[in-house]
């Protein structure tokens, strides 16, 4: 039940976009994103709820395609504070307590 | 405010032997968790407890019992440790299910040789 996160890794300069992609096999009731620096625990990003629901949160924000089970993160005029490694977590319909987590996405911003 | 904090904060164990991780939260949150984190897989869920009283098998359950007497402390153990469970683990707690913000604690590096 473990989504599915692309790329793996992706080196950005500051200033630059990033979108980063999060499939399920499942049907899907939300999905989750958070960052993790190194070393430290994972931090909040935003939860969406809703089938073509969008979200932003300064110059990230994210949308959910319910139907096709999937979600993008995206980062815009990327900072030197924006590299980490990026977590979705997904939650089914029938499992509500469970979020399942993909394995990663981590960004790297350089000057 | 501590949010979730988690004791000890690094272990190292020899197989066989057994330990307790305690996290504790002052959110006054209902729903707390219990995850591992290894490289290249991400975060698995291993217990989680809906309530004071309550627990319930996660994704990677076996190997680990856990216990939540008390609201605030979720206790996750290892009776009988195996290198497999080298790992950082990580707690968290929610103040709803699957629809809110899940806060972490600052993890767990355990190593069992």
């Known amino acids: 039940q473990q989504p599915v996160q692309s790329p793996q890794a992706v080196i950005l300069r500051e200033g630059e976009d990033a979108v980063i992609n999060c499939s399920s096999s499942k049907a899907l009731y939300s999905v989750h994103w958070y960052r993790q620096k190194h070393g430290e625990a994972p931090v909040f990003l935003m939860i969406l709820l809703k089938g073509g629901e969008q979200k932003g949160h300064d110059k990230i924000s994210a949308s959910f395609n319910e139907k096709k089970q999937q979600s993008s993160l995206y980062l815009t005029a990327s900072q030197l504070s924006y590299s980490g490694t990026y977590f979705c977590?997904?939650?089914?319909?029938?499992?509500?307590?469970?979020?399942?987590f993909g394995t990663g996405t981590r960004l790297t911003v350089i000057p | 405010n501590a949010g979730v904090t988690q004791t000890p904060k690094f272990r190292v164990l020899k197989t066989g032997q057994s330990m307790t991780l305690l996290c504790a939260q002052d959110?006054?949150?209902?729903?707390m968790y219990w995850y591992r984190q290894d490289p290249g897989m991400g975060l698995r869920l291993i217990h989680y407890?809906?309530?004071?009283?309550?627990?319930a098998k996660g994704e990677v359950p076996d190997g680990y019992n856990v216990s939540r007497l008390k609201k605030q402390n979720f206790l996750l153990g290892l009776e009988s440790a195996a290198p497999s469970q080298t790992s950082v683990y990580f707690c968290?707690?929610?103040?709803?299910?699957?629809?809110?913000?899940?806060?972490f604690g600052p993890g767990t590096r355990l190593t069992v040789l």
């Open positions: 977590g997904t939650v089914s319909p029938t499992g509500a307590n469970n979020l399942f």
């Open positions: 959110m006054n949150h209902e729903y």
């Open positions: 407890s809906v309530g004071e009283g309550t627990t």
């Open positions: 968290a707690s929610s103040y709803m299910a699957s629809g809110s913000e899940q806060f």
